[in-house]
């Protein structure tokens, strides 16, 4: 038998990680002590009063029946606190607020209601990956918005073409970003909402990182921004806020037309979260939040020390103001995939190679704060040694 992929699958862009996956193991299968700044997930633990509410309601026979595609009522008005709390905005629970198994989820999945074959997705480039892999899944062509330093990481939506915006449906855009850590101003999502409205193209905000930032910054919500209902959602996230990468929950809202359109979806394809997950979440997102801020907190004594140990001639960071990582130039004579590799062999470091997010990430190099502290300082002095 013949078994053969799809064409969307085989549209997928490379997997460019895969020969830095596979030194990464031989390294450690010979007995290498790595210190891996390559991952994007925290080395913390949910914190403990959240995993009581989850062991505390498991137990429940009535939990453990299929969910709601819509969440638990509960669980929305928990949000729509929790948001009004955050950024000032309100959000009405029935039609304005959607939970989803994880945000990815929901960003993979958006693209299956409002794309057709041959529409534009207006695809921040670098980024990350499922904002391109959902717009093929969708039969959508990605456009690459490029996210130059020059311009702050921010696409410059002026040099979009007429042609173009004509045929673009939707886009996405990520702040604070991953993979560059730049930020977005609300005078920025106000030209967002401007040129969305223009041209008819629906807006999805991917906000994961809006709970990880450095005093004195304080990220606002696309929503914050006038008119932002109109044309919009945003997609959250309780991972990277309350250490709960593993237990798959987050959220989308804004539009209610477009978050209808992603509940249809959804309402085809899974059947909701469990409900101690979702009971977890409540507790999460109802709690007085001390719990974020002290993972604040040690992100940005993580930030510090790699910052002021790396601070040598030649080397450059951006100093983040929110996100768990580092984006920084490459060393002179070096591509990411060479800078990561030497790092890996001569060092034992594990880190990002720009380009792996999209050709324009090209020329930088990404590290993620999450590793334990003594970890980073140990990295901090391999690397000092080295140069
Ligand atoms: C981590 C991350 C997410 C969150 O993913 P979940 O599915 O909610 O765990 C979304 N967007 C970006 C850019 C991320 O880095």
Known sequence: MNINTSDRLK?????????LDRLKKKEIARGKDIIDLGVGDPDQPTPAYI?????????????????????????????AVWYENRFGVKLDPSKEILPLIGSKEGISNIPLAFINPGDLVL????????????TIFAGGEVYLMPLLEKNGFLPDLESIDKAVLAQAKMMFLNYPNNPTTAVASREFFDKVIDFAAKNNIIVCHDAAYSEIYFDPFRPTSFLEAKGAKKVGVEFHSLSKTYNMTGWRIGFVCGNSEIIEGLRRIKSNIDSGIFQPIQFAGIRALESRQDSTAEIRGLYQQRRDILLAGLDFKGWKFFRPQATFYLWMPVLPGYNSSEL??????????????????????????????TVPTERLKEAVERIKKFS
Do not use: H, Q, W
């Open 11 to 19: 549209k997928l862009p490379p997997y460019l990680f895969a020969e």
């Open 123 to 134: 695809v921040p480039d670098p980024c990350y990956p499922p904002y391109k892999s959902g």
């Open 51 to 79: 995993i009581e509410e989850l062991k505390k309601t498991v137990d429940d026979p009535a939990t453990n029946n299929y969910s709601m595609s819509r969440g638990m009522d509960k669980l929305r008005s928990s949000i």
């Open 340 to 369: 990561s590799r030497l790092f890996l062999e001569k060092l034992d470091i594990v880190v990002t190679p720009g380009v792996g997010f999209g050709e324009n990430g090209e020329g930088y190099i990404r590290m993620s704060l």
